[in-house]
């Protein structure tokens, strides 16, 4: 849909969601009014639930900042509707703060007990997010029945610019429908690494909000705002970060990797030599060389050229990480992200 601002039907339509708690069920907003309801879904002011058919209204502040920057890319006939764009939502977004509780409060802790509720809430907050997900999903496979409908967000969010990195357990590698997810989504530029060592769900939105589990089980959420508990939260999933493996995702779904670097170079570079070496036996140009691994540890994640070796050899069949990282473990129960 071209960048718009929402006409009268649809702010009408989107108060009325917010009216009866800002989620309602997809067939009774269409049934109301089925244009402003699918064009709502399309400017992103209503998030269409697929696992339970419901929409769910998210924070116009942020889809007001994305029209902005949509009408404003879109040359200077547009540029005078986009200055006024977040003005023209702001009676909204107050229908908004007045429903979430935020006018004349600063909110550090809420704790939600309510497994719809959790992903209702994570909804909103992430409609809000511009820059980064941080994601610690504990356990082996994903859930099937949202892993589509996260797949293509995901990618939507990608496209936007956004930094998606998720850490798993080593349980995800044996799951085929996990691994492609992987796959196809790494591909499209999120990253992922699997951690063999106990961790705590945990999702983290632009360091700003977090959202860890309240009791076990995960079926109660605790959304964290204060600063300094979130920068401790973004510390620790740094440092698990930091030790969790690379996995060629691309290599385990059975895909070829697609790095437009010579296939002989790859093979050399797996063998140990240096880059020196490598430009003496290719007859290349250290340049090139050096032009041609930078890609490689992009596309591999690789910190050093250490690392990187070990990630070719994994490429071609050998271990992608050295052996004193190990494997095992599964789970089920998670967040939507």
């Known amino acids: 849909m071209t960048a718009r601002l929402p006409n009268e039907a649809e702010r009408r339509l989107y108060r009325e ?113 511009a820059e980064e997900i941080l994601a610690a999903q504990p356990g082996g496979a994903r859930p099937v029945t949202r892993m589509s409908g996260t797949r293509r967000h995901n990618e939507r969010a990608l496209a936007r610019g956004m930094r998606l990195r998720t850490l798993y357990q080593p349980g995800a590698l044996t799951d085929p429908a996990t691994v492609g997810y992987a796959a196809e989504l790494s591909a499209a530029g999120e990253r992922f690494k699997v951690l063999d060592e106990p961790f705590q769900r945990m999702l983290i939105f632009d360091r700003r909000t977090a959202v860890i589990p309240a009791a076990p089980g995960d079926t109660s959420a605790a959304f964290v705002e204060d600063p300094t508990v979130v920068a401790l939260l973004v510390e620790r999933f740094e440092r698990d970060w930091a030790r969790a493996e690379q996995v060629d995702w691309q290599a385990l779904a059975g895909r070829p990797r697609e790095s437009g670097v010579p296939p002989e170079l790859t093979g050399l570079l797996a063998a140990g030599l240096t880059q020196r070496a490598i430009a003496s036996r290719l007859g290349l140009s250290e340049r090139t060389v050096a032009s041609h691994i930078a890609r490689l540890r992009e596309l591999y994640d690789a910190g050093t050229l250490f690392q990187l070796g070990w990630q070719l050899r994994g490429a071609a069949g050998r271990p992608t990480a050295p052996p004193e990282r190990g494997t095992a473990r599964t789970g089920e129960e998670e967040w939507d992200q």
């Open 17 to 129: 969601v917010l009216a009866r708690g800002g989620r309602v069920p997809f067939r009774e907003a269409v049934a109301w009014d089925r244009e402003a309801a699918r064009n709502l879904v399309a400017l992103g002011l209503l998030v269409h639930f697929e696992s339970d058919e419901s929409l769910t209204a998210v924070n116009p502040r942020a889809v007001g900042a994305r029209l902005s920057a949509e009408l404003r890319a879109d040359a200077g006939r547009r540029l005078a509707e986009a200055e006024r764009a977040a003005a023209h939502l702001d009676g909204m977004a107050q229908s908004f703060d007045a429903l979430s509780g935020r006018e004349g409060r600063s909110p550090v802790v809420r704790h939600v007990d309510r497994m719809e509720e959790i992903r209702h809430r994570v909804m909103q907050i992430e409609s809000e997010t």
